[in-house]
């Protein structure tokens, strides 16, 4: 556990350096090496909904890149 202002990280990073928390409140919490930002909390119930959005996002931008 890592207090990060007031709240402690409560949850775990996996071998890929992903972060699963299922008891922290939060969708976006920080790396734990601090000035790399910031990672999404994968057992967020609204994580699917955000990877498949900017997977979304990301191909679509693809594709008119590829279409113009």
């Known amino acids: 556990l890592r ?3 007031d ?3 409560n949850g ?6 992903f972060y699963h928390g299922p008891d922290d409140p939060r969708l976006f919490v920080p790396t734990r090496i601090s000035m790399m930002g910031w ?7 609204h ?4 990877l498949l959005l900017l997977g979304a996002i990301i ?3 693809i594709m008119a890149n590829l279409l113009a």
């Open 39 to 45: 990672t999404v909390n994968l057992a967020h119930p």
């Open 59 to 61: 191909g679509g931008a």
């Open 3 to 5: 207090p990060f202002g």
């Open 7 to 9: 709240v402690e990280m």
């Open 47 to 50: 994580a699917p909904l955000f």
């Open 12 to 17: 775990r990073y996996d071998g890929f350096g």
